[in-house]
Structures are given as structure tokens and as C-alpha cells.
């Protein structure tokens, strides 16, 4: 599943519109923990989080995730969303719950973290 594909299953807002939506997703997980994030985190993750600071996109990047997703309709700050469009990560927001949002990626295939 593409990032594309995930917004339109989840009704998501693209808030990093410039970044190229075309990254595979490999694997989803739901987490606010960063350090766990960190010991955890997967290339072409899908990451559900409520966290919306800098050390969010920071993360991600480094775990060259696919892109953040933020539930119940969380708006990141200007500061981090202008990072996450520096770095090229892609952050949807959905009004759906964090477990709504995994429960479509688990549906549509798309495997747990291992």
C-alpha cells in the first residue's frame, strides 16, 4: 500500500502536501513512547502517534519510516511540519481513532511490525 492509497482509506488531510505521497507502506504500528519508537522503528513504517513535537519527525526520519499519522484530527505545530517537509516525510492526519487507523491497515494487508 502506497501513502496515497492510505490517506484516501483513512480520510486523512495530507499536512506535507510538497512530499511525494508514492512511499511504500511495509508495515504499520501505533506507539508514543519515543525511545521505543526509536528501538522499534522500521523503513516504510506507517506510524500512528499523538506526539506531534520535533523529536517526532526526527525519528521517523531516521528510521526512514513512510510517514507519520496523527489520529482524531491532531494538527502538528508549524516548526515540526516544516521539518518533516525539509526532510521529506509525508504527515496525514485522520479524524479516525488510532485503533480505527490500524484496524483499516491490518484489513487492507498490511502487516504489524515484527
Not at 45 to 62: K, R
Not at 73 to 93: N, P, Y
Request: aromatic fraction near 4%; charged fraction near 20%; glycine fraction near 8%.
Amino acid at each position: 500500500m502506497k501513502v496515497s492509497e492510505l490517506q484516501k482509506l483513512i480520510g486523512a488531510e495530507n499536512l506535507t502536501p510538497e512530499v511525494a505521497e508514492d512511499r511504500e507502506i511495509t508495515c504499520g504500528y501505533a506507539c508514543d513512547l519515543l525511545s521505543w519508537v526509536m528501538a522499534h522503528g522500521d523503513e516504510g513504517m506507517a506510524w500512528v502517534t499523538v506526539q506531534t513535537h520535533m523529536n517526532v519527525v526526527a525519528v521517523a526520519v531516521l528510521s526512514d519510516m513512510a510517514c507519520i499519522v496523527l489520529p482524531e484530527g491532531i494538527r502538528m505545530e508549524a516548526e515540526s511540519l516544516q521539518k518533516a517537509k525539509d526532510e521529506g516525510m509525508t504527515v496525514l492526519t485522520s479524524r479516525l481513532t488510532a485503533y480505527e487507523i490500524c484496524g483499516r491497515l491490518f484489513a487492507q494487508g498490511v502487516p504489524a511490525h515484527e
